[in-house]
């Protein structure tokens, strides 16, 4: 059962608080996701680089270092992407169990149980991507499932497709999910309009307070529990 806290009524001002609450682990999850993002830009780099010296200029050339600097690249690109779920997990913990999350707390869960969350990333990436490839609006319902999803994954033991399953129909089948879908599109145009207008800056900001609001909604409306 939830922490009291995360039945409240949802609002901005209330996000915005645990939001101040939380800004020491949101900003090691900002820093630690951009630094691993360049590192692997430059690792790619480096790579490419470094096989055309050795290599040469060639198609063949060119093409074999691309791929060895895809695969140096894909462990930065990995740990960059597992870290920044962080951002939606840990306003799930927050109202999962009415505690602050702290740095600590946050590097803890990732090593204690780095397999489930790492795995359960590619299977909802694979499945996000399969659905836009078939269609567009496949891979929308499956990317509007995300904060249920994350929530059963880091706040529950069940495996990653039961937790799918239940996630997505929680959100598409229950009295409140459609209601919750359209407060999740309202308050994305709202978080990347912010975004756009600071050139980026306004979502270092804006993506965790939307995701801690979004996740006291789900709550509040009984699609988690």
Known sequence: ???????????????????????????????????????????????????????????????????????????????????????????????????VVTIEAACQLLTRRFWRYLLAGLFFSLVTTIGFLLCILPGLAVALVTPVFVNRIFVTDMGIGEAFAQSFQVVYRSENGLSFVGLEVLTGIVVAFLALLTCGLGGVVVIPVASFFLQNVAYERGLLR
Do not use: C, N, R
Not at 13 to 41: E, T
């Open 1 to 99: 059962m939830a922490a009291p806290i995360a039945f409240e009524a949802p609002s901005i001002q209330k996000a915005w608080q645990a939001f101040l609450q939380h800004i020491p682990v949101v900003l090691v999850i900002w820093v630690g996701s951009i630094v691993l993002s360049l590192l692997g830009v430059l690792a790619y780099a480096l790579i490419v680089v470094l096989v055309s010296a050795t290599v040469g200029t060639s198609d063949a050339a060119l093409g074999l270092g691309a791929v060895l600097a895809q695969l140096v690249q894909l462990p930065f690109t990995l740990l960059a992407s597992l870290l920044s779920v962080l951002l939606v997990a840990v306003p799930a913990l927050y109202y999962e169990h009415g505690e």
